[in-house]
């Protein structure tokens, strides 16, 4: 079993159409959730940063962490033809190593 | 956020031999990370590069194969040797801003082809 599961999709949605995106994972030490959008050909983008259980809000995206269900979500409303990206979550190792447990990613598709 | 460079940004090597990329990082940090991004997979970590001490692996990767360099706090290479066709991946160097807390960023990769 992989620490952190992500479906790969493609996930297709039309311009406007709020998109979820979401990670499970099986370590509850892992400390800080975080999602990168991914362009082709291009490296990982840092989107959001959460911490703790809840919602953290930044613009049209919402991260939502869910720690005793061991789940996170990616929300995108308004979505753009531009938010078609990989969207991989990721998640901080126990220890303060740096190290980073990613998802498979999820390639989205925003059609106009 | 942090300025990453990497060099190249891609490369079609021959099976046995051994290539180089260089990142370069516009500010000074202590942690440097090396990924590998196989296709359609996720990111693996390889190794973490700190300045002054030998890198730390992962399991399944080995110094060997994959001998890394930290000369200073804004530089680092990872050499992929000896490649075979199964190398063929994106190699990511990866920086955290030293804030206390996990935050890490990306340069853009480089994209190795092993024929």
């Known amino acids: 079993q992989k620490e952190v599961e992500q479906d790969p999709g493609p996930l297709s949605v039309p311009e406007g159409a709020i998109v979820s995106l979401n990670c499970t994972y099986s370590n509850s030490a892992f400390q800080y959730f975080m999602w990168y959008r991914q362009y082709s050909r291009k490296g990982p983008e840092l989107l959001m940063y959460t911490y703790s259980s809840g919602n953290k809000e930044d613009g049209r995206f919402t991260a939502q962490v869910d720690k005793s269900s061991k789940y996170i979500s990616l929300f995108i409303r308004d979505s753009q033809p531009s938010d078609s990206a990989t969207y991989l979550c990721a998640m901080s190792a126990p220890g303060n190593t740096g190290k980073l447990i990613f998802g498979q990613g999820t390639t989205l598709q925003v059609k106009p | 956020s942090a300025v990453i460079s990497q060099k190249p940004s891609r490369d079609i090597c021959q099976r046995g031999t051994s290539l180089t990329i260089q990142c370069q990082v516009d500010?000074?940090?202590?942690?440097m990370f090396w990924y590998r991004q196989q296709p359609g997979q996720s990111l693996t970590l390889i190794a973490t590069a700190n300045q002054g001490s030998e890198a730390t692996y992962e399991s399944g990767f080995v110094i060997d194969k994959f001998p890394i360099s930290r000369p200073n706090l804004t530089f680092s290479t990872l050499t992929v040797s000896n490649m075979s066709p199964e190398d063929s991946s994106i190699y990511l160097c990866?920086?955290?801003?030293?804030?206390?807390?996990?935050?890490?960023?990306f340069g853009q990769g480089t994209r190795l082809t092993v024929v």
């Open positions: 990866s920086v955290d801003r030293d804030r206390g807390i996990t935050e890490a960023f």
């Open positions: 500010s000074q940090v202590t942690m």
